[in-house]
């Protein structure tokens, strides 16, 4: 089993950050998981299968004020993940993918927000391997994103008031 949890968040804005700083963000979440995927394929091939666990995000799905970069690579590792999964699928390689709102990680360190346990994501991402499930949803921010997609997406980018 390989588990992906690539973690940076350079805080950087999308029209006006630094370009450095959203390949920052890109280079780690998409590049390096992909990078670490490559490496290992062979060796979980070789023994079965296996299969690739990817630490995603709710910000796969949707941006929020102050996510810019961090929202785009993940969402680029999101799909990078449905890419892999069809490509990993002959040699029997489970590619999962769990989302999450927060979890109280040193990254999250400071923010006021509703985090989760760590502890609380791997085994929710073990328990889905056992159950052979592509994706996994963890707490509540990841399912109600999920499950606004399908709607207005209004509903996720109501204008601030006074606009």
Same mark, same amino acid.
């Given at each position: 089993?390989?588990?992906?949890n %690539?973690?940076i968040a350079?805080? !950087?804005?999308?029209v006006? $950050?630094?370009?450095?700083m @959203?390949?920052?963000? =890109?280079?780690?979440?998409?590049?390096?998981?992909?990078?670490v995927i490559? %490496?290992f394929?062979?060796?979980? !091939?070789?023994?079965?299968? $296996?299969?690739?666990?990817? @630490?995603?995000?709710? =910000?796969?799905w949707?941006?929020?004020?102050g996510?810019?970069?961090y929202?785009?690579a993940?969402?680029?590792?999101w799909?990078?993940?449905? $890419?892999?999964?069809?490509?990993?699928?002959g040699?029997?390689?489970l590619v999962?993918g769990?989302?999450l709102g927060?979890?109280?990680?040193?990254?999250m360190?400071g923010?006021?927000a509703?985090?989760?346990?760590?502890?609380?994501?791997a085994?929710?991402g073990?328990?889905?391997?056992?159950a052979?499930?592509?994706?996994?949803l963890?707490?509540?921010?990841?399912r109600?994103?999920?499950a606004?997609?399908s709607?207005?997406?209004?509903q996720?980018?109501?204008?601030?008031?006074?606009n």
């Amino acid at each position: 089993m390989l588990i992906n949890n %690539a973690g940076i968040a350079t805080g !950087a804005g999308l029209v006006t $950050g630094d370009l450095d700083m @959203i390949r920052e963000d =890109l280079e780690t979440h998409l590049f390096g998981t992909l990078r670490v995927i490559r %490496a290992f394929a062979p060796a979980l !091939a070789a023994s079965g299968g $296996g299969a690739v666990v990817n @630490i995603l995000s709710v =910000l796969s799905w949707v941006a929020t004020e102050g996510t810019g970069s961090y929202a785009v690579a993940k969402a680029a590792e999101w799909n990078m993940t449905n $890419g892999v999964r069809l490509e990993l699928a002959g040699q029997r390689t489970l590619v999962q993918g769990v989302h999450l709102g927060a979890a109280d990680t040193d990254m999250m360190a400071g923010r006021d927000a509703p985090m989760i346990d760590p502890a609380d994501v791997a085994r929710a991402g073990l328990d889905g391997v056992q159950a052979e499930a592509i994706e996994v949803l963890v707490d509540d921010p990841s399912r109600f994103v999920k499950a606004a997609l399908s709607g207005d997406p209004a509903q996720l980018y109501s204008p601030p008031s006074g606009n």
